[in-house]
């Protein structure tokens, strides 16, 4: 009994130590998919954010509108960030956790949903695109670190994927997450 008690008592100190890491801005990005055990699509609710132009280091963008974006695809490349933005905001407003699967796009409207497919593995994940960049020569979309776990690149840094964008998806999250919570 005294065992248990022991062992219920460890396991529930280690838990709390590994959320409260978890939650600091500069926590480190988690290594493989054995920790993954906590990992959740991000589910925060932002803001819609659509057509509409902006700057970032003397380049110009334009995001793209529900109504125009169709069916999109694209080849490119994938990198991923972590700790540096863990806490911060992203461009619609949900806060950044590095431990949560979301990307970066520099024109899908936000938010979004896209199948990301790594072209070297064959790994492919749905993912929820709420925050703008990667604003690096020629990347098409940064993801979290759990997202790049899963994808099987986080120790490279960078990898060749297919973006689609699935509209189905996306209308029922803008439906159901945003036009219901005004």
């Excluded at 926590?27 to 993954?36: G, V």
């Excluded at 609710?45 to 999109?72: C, D, E, H, L, W």
């Excluded at 070297?120 to 749905?126: E, Y």
């Excluded at 994808?151 to 189905?168: A, N």
């Amino acid at each position: 009994m005294i065992w248990r008690l022991l062992l219920a008592t460890l396991l529930l100190n280690y838990f709390f130590i590994n959320i409260c890491y978890a939650q600091q801005s500069n926590a480190p990005c988690i290594k493989n998919a054995k920790q993954l055990n906590k990992i959740e699509h991000n589910k925060d609710i932002g803001r819609i954010i659509q057509a509409r132009k902006y700057k970032v280091k003397g380049r110009f963008y334009q995001s793209k509108s529900y109504n125009q974006i169709g069916k999109y695809q694209e080849i490119g490349l994938a990198s991923w960030y972590g700790k540096q933005n863990h806490g911060k905001q992203t461009a619609n407003g949900e806060i950044f956790n590095q431990y949560k699967i979301s990307a970066a796009h520099k024109t899908l409207p936000l938010p979004s949903i896209v199948k990301v497919e790594n072209l070297t593995n064959g790994k492919s994940l749905i993912v929820k695109v709420n925050d703008r960049g990667p604003f690096s020569y020629k990347r098409s979309i940064d993801l979290s670190c759990a997202a790049a776990i899963l994808l099987g690149f986080k120790e490279k840094g960078i990898t060749k994927v297919k973006i689609t964008y699935m509209p189905t998806m996306t209308k029922k999250l803008v439906k159901t997450k945003y036009l219901t919570h005004k």
